[in-house]
């Protein structure tokens, strides 16, 4: 019951790669809104906050659905890629990995900022009056100490990114060996009951080892900072 088929060994390895993949997509991104967010003061923050959250309460339906214009060749991002630099993003395991990141995104910089936030803001003045400009503070100072958080944002959203369904169907399809990830195959083989639990079981058992990290991530935190 437990032996794993060739198509269960290549929705597991395409999860792991699409979650990879999102993670680095959008960690840049997300370490940048995270900063902004921890650190600018200002009225209209709210509308930042607002584009970063929607992807939780939008259906994942109609984000794939918006990244399915944006990225299909016709639309403005996907002719641009595929003109010049070839790529295509429609029907591939990279659009499995866009949508994975978009949805997962508020996620990872929710943690990131909160990483960020607990970081004393004088210790990067402190970086400063002694000569280290805003970027070498950055680096040097507050990175160094959120990076249980950057971390831990990162596992919430290789998590998230292994469970996607509704934007990945809409933006890559359900192409065994191709796009077909760990939710889209128990979708697709729904009525046989032993590959069903057997992948079902698998991916509970993923999700749990990611908040278990990223709790332990999230005290080490917070254990640091109270030191």
Same mark, same amino acid.
């Given at each position: 019951?437990?032996?794993? &088929?060739?198509? +269960?060994?290549?929705?597991?390895?395409?999860?792991?790669?699409?979650?990879? =993949?999102?993670?680095?997509?959008?960690?840049?991104?997300?370490?940048?809104?995270?900063?902004?967010?921890?650190?600018?003061?200002?009225?209209?923050?709210?509308?930042?906050?607002? $584009?970063?959250?929607?992807?939780?309460?939008?259906?994942?339906?109609?984000?794939?659905?918006?990244?399915?214009?944006?990225?299909?060749?016709?639309?403005?991002?996907?002719?641009?890629?595929?003109?010049?630099?070839?790529?295509?993003?429609?029907?591939?395991?990279? =659009?499995?990995?866009?949508?994975?990141?978009?949805? &997962?995104?508020?996620?990872?910089?929710?943690?990131?900022?909160?990483?960020?936030?607990?970081?004393?803001? %004088?210790?990067?003045?402190?970086? %400063? &009056?002694?000569?280290? =400009?805003?970027?070498?503070?950055?680096?040097?100072?507050?990175?160094?100490?959120?990076? %249980? /958080?950057?971390?831990?944002?990162?596992?919430?959203?290789?998590?998230?990114?292994? /469970?996607?369904?509704?934007?990945?169907?809409?933006?890559?399809? @359900?192409?065994?060996?191709?796009?077909?990830?760990?939710?889209?195959?128990?979708?697709? @083989?729904?009525?046989?009951?032993?590959?069903?639990?057997?992948?079902?079981?698998?991916?509970?058992? $993923?999700?749990?080892?990611?908040?278990?990290?990223?709790?332990?991530? +999230?005290?080490?935190?917070?254990?640091?900072?109270?030191?």
């Amino acid at each position: 019951m437990w032996s794993l &088929s060739s198509e +269960e060994w290549l929705a597991l390895r395409l999860s792991f790669q699409v979650g990879l =993949g999102a993670v680095l997509v959008s960690l840049p991104a997300a370490v940048l809104v995270a900063y902004v967010l921890a650190r600018w003061q200002s009225r209209s923050k709210w509308l930042l906050e607002v $584009l970063v959250n929607l992807p939780l309460v939008l259906p994942p339906v109609v984000t794939g659905y918006l990244l399915l214009v944006c990225f299909a060749p016709s639309g403005p991002l996907g002719h641009a890629l595929e003109t010049w630099l070839g790529l295509r993003i429609v029907l591939t395991w990279w =659009g499995a990995a866009v949508a994975a990141a978009v949805v &997962s995104f508020p996620l990872m910089v929710r943690a990131i900022r909160l990483a960020f936030q607990a970081v004393d803001p %004088r210790l990067e003045m402190a970086a %400063r &009056s002694l000569g280290a =400009g805003r970027l070498d503070a950055f680096w040097t100072v507050t990175l160094p100490l959120a990076r %249980r /958080g950057v971390l831990a944002g990162c596992v919430l959203a290789f998590a998230r990114s292994l /469970g996607e369904f509704g934007a990945t169907i809409m933006v890559a399809g @359900n192409i065994v060996g191709e796009t077909q990830t760990i939710p889209l195959a128990i979708f697709s @083989n729904w009525g046989a009951l032993g590959e069903v639990w057997r992948l079902a079981t698998i991916s509970v058992a $993923l999700a749990a080892a990611a908040l278990l990290a990223s709790e332990w991530l +999230e005290r080490r935190q917070t254990s640091r900072e109270s030191a």
